[in-house]
């Protein structure tokens, strides 16, 4: 079992820590504003990696979009075909098992969410680091918050305990059936 696992694992995308940051600088270098958002913005408000992760999250403004799109087409991404892919949230993959999974809104004057993923303007308020690079991420509260309404996993535990351990927080009932035997 543990090698079927162990498979399964290494033939699954990975983000690994080092491209992660490479992205982020990029995206930094062409005055492209993002926030880090899913398991990487778990470890980045932790300030170490805690497990590996699939792919890199970003929630971005809609306007930013296509030069984003075009910045990862010219490195070789190419869309991720996904039942759930929209023009707000879609996945960009490189034959390097790299994947970028983009998530943009656009908020009016007033800081209303007007279009795409409706993230709270607080929630995209956090700070972290990435192997020692600073980045914006998701606030605490948010990502704990936003590990509702979907079947939960081993991942989902380990994310909101250590967040909930780290930052003085209750658990959430909700993973209360999730025990240190279910998770190994």
Known sequence: MQHTNDFEQQHQPEMSGDAAVQLLQLFAQHGIDV???GGWSVDALLGEQTRRHNDLDIA????????????????????????DS?????????????????????????GRHI????????????SGSIQGYPV???SVEWLIKFHYGY?????????VNALC???GIALPAEFERFTSEDIE
């Open 86 to 110: 929209w023009e707000c949230n879609f996945v960009l993959g490189d034959d390097k098992g790299h994947e970028v999974d983009l998530h943009s809104y656009t908020f009016d004057a007033e």
């Open 115 to 126: 279009f795409g993923v409706a993230y709270p303007p607080d929630s995209l308020t956090g």
């Open 151 to 159: 079947p939960l996993d081993a991942d989902d535990y380990h994310d």
């Open 165 to 167: 351990q780290r930052f």
């Open 35 to 37: 926030i880090v958002d």
């Open 60 to 83: 971005l403004q809609h306007k930013d979009v296509p030069k984003l799109r075009a910045l990862l087409e010219a490195l070789g991404f190419k869309e991720v075909p996904r039942d």
């Open 136 to 138: 914006k991420c998701i």
